[in-house]
C-alpha cells in the first residue's frame, strides 16, 4: 500500500505461480476494491489456479475464489469493463495455446472445449 509518500508497504499476499496480470475493481459493490488474477504458467497442469477472484471482505482480508468454467483456457489476456452495461464490472479473458502440443496435453487431461476467449459478467446480487 502507498503510505501517501510514494513509500509502499506489503498488505497482503496471495501465493500464485506465474501471475503476470492482476486487476481491480468494486465487483461485488460493497465499497472496496475486489482483486482478479491470471497465470499463464503451468495452466495445463494446474487449470483451477490460472484465475483467481480475490474478494476483498475489508481491509484487505482477501478470500479467494476460483471460477468455474474458467479452467479450459490458458489466460494470456484479461480486461476489465462493463461489457453487459449493467452496471457491474465484467472480465474479458484471451486465450493461447502456443502449439499443437499443448492442446494435446489439454486433451489428455479431458479438456473437450477451449474457449480462445470467455466474457465473465457478473452476476448481479441485488
Known sequence: MNNGENKFEE???F???GCHKAMNADFDK???QDIVAISFFDALDHPRESIVYLENKGDSNFTPRY?????????LTMDIGDFNQDGYP???LGSY???FSEFSKALYK???DFPQILLLTNVSQD
Open 30 to 32: 460493497d465499497g472496496d
Open 90 to 92: 465484467d472480465v474479458f
Open 110 to 112: 479431458g479438456g473437450q
Open 15 to 17: 501465493p500464485m505461480k
Open 97 to 99: 495455446f502456443h502449439n
Open 11 to 13: 498488505s497482503y499476499f
Open 67 to 75: 471460477l468455474d468454467g474458467t479452467y479450459s483456457g490458458k489466460w
